[in-house]
C-alpha cells in the first residue's frame, strides 16, 4: 500500500497550488492522509475528487464547514497496522509526547501529524510519529515537503522534499 501524507496545505481559492509532482502522486497512490489545515472546504473536496481513498482531520485554522465534516481525531488501520492521525499543536518534539498522551489506549504503529510545519519521521518506542511538513508554506522550515508511507511487511516512511 501506498499512501501520500500532506498537512498545512493553507490553500484559499485563487491562491498558490499544490505542486504538479505531489497531486501526480496522489494520483498514483492508494490512499491520501491529510493531517489539517487545509483551510476552505473546497481544498478537501478537490482532493477527495483525486485520491482513490483520502483520510483526513481539520486543523486550527480550518473553516467552520471542515470542523463540522471532519473529525479532530482519527484512527484506522492501513495493511495490518494501526495509523492515528490528529493535527496536533506545539512545535514538533514536544507534540509527539501530547500525541502519544491523546493516543495512549489506541495501540498504534504510526502516528500522522502536522501544525508545525516540520518535517518529522522518527519513531519512539514501537510508533513512528510523522509530520510531513508543508508542501506550500515554509514559514517555519527551510523547504517543502510532503510525505510517502510504504506499508507491507514493514512501515517505510519518507520525506519528499519540493
Known amino acids: ?3 501520500v501524507v500532506i498537512s498545512d496545505t493553507h490553500l ?11 497531486l501526480e502522486d496522489i494520483k ?3 490512499m491520501l492522509i491529510h493531517a489539517g489545515d487545509f483551510i476552505e472546504l473546497k481544498v478537501f473536496e478537490g482532493l477527495k475528487a483525486i485520491a482513490k481513498d483520502i483520510k483526513a482531520v481539520w486543523g486550527n485554522m480550518d473553516c467552520e464547514d471542515l470542523k463540522k465534516k471532519l473529525p479532530e481525531k482519527e484512527v484506522f488501520k492501513a495493511g495490518k497496522y494501526k495509523v492515528g492521525v490528529m493535527h496536533g499543536s506545539g512545535a514538533s518534539g514536544d507534540m509527539v509526547q501530547g500525541l502519544s498522551a491523546v493516543f495512549k489506549n489506541d495501540d498504534l504503529d504510526l502516528v500522522v501529524f502536522g501544525h508545525s510545519h516540520s518535517a518529522f519521521n522518527k519513531k ?4 513512528l510519529f510523522f509530520n510531513p511538513g508543508s508542501p506550500t508554506d515554509r514559514v517555519f522550515s527551510k523547504y517543502n515537503s510532503y510525505g510517502i508511507i510504504e ?3 514493514k512501515i517505510k516512511a519518507r520525506i519528499v522534499r519540493l
Do not use: Q, T
Open 12 to 22: 484559499l481559492e485563487g491562491s498558490v497550488k499544490l505542486p504538479d509532482k505531489l
Open 151 to 153: 506499508i507491507a511487511d
Open 28 to 30: 498514483n497512490s492508494d
Open 124 to 127: 519512539r518506542g514501537a510508533i
Open 1 to 3: 500500500m501506498r499512501i
